[in-house]
Nanobody, 121 residues
Framework: QVQLVESGGGSVQAGGSLRLSCAASGYLPCMAWFRQAPGKDREKVATVLGFGTPNYAASVEGRFTISKDNAKMTLYLQMNSLKPEDTAMYYC??????????????????WGQGTQVTVSS
């Protein structure tokens, strides 16, 4: 059983930056960041499989960067040029499935508790 613990959320003005961290208790090849705003479906923000090329949602492409420190078993999400529409609860997710890029939220077996990101205009 792998545990995921997120940190780094907070409140920031539009145009600002935040970095989220997700500490994992074990290695899983497929790791992702999701977000969910009130009244909306959970959205996949960024995904990385093993040492492969990250994949991003169109809404965050060019502003967010997903990265991993395998030695620390920590996943990061650097968020720049934040917009009010980025406001959401952000979740780290992981799975052993190598079909990482096409996995639906319900197919991820491991989730963190979430960290709130609030962007004011």
């Amino acid at each position: 059983q792998v545990q995921l613990v997120e940190s780094g959320g907070g409140s920031v003005q539009a145009g600002g930056s935040l970095r989220l961290s997700c500490a994992a208790s074990g290695y899983l090849p497929c790791m992702a960041w999701f977000r969910q705003a009130p009244g909306k479906d959970r959205e996949k923000v960024a995904t990385v499989l093993g040492f492969g090329t990250p994949n991003y949602a169109a809404s965050v492409e060019g502003r967010f960067t997903i990265s991993k420190d395998n030695a620390k078993m920590t996943l990061y999400l650097q968020m720049n040029s934040l917009k009010p529409e980025d406001t959401a609860m952000y979740y780290c997710a992981a799975d052993s499935n190598w079909r990482c890029l096409t996995l639906l939220p319900v197919e991820f077996n491991y989730w963190g508790q979430g960290t709130q990101v609030t962007v004011s205009s």
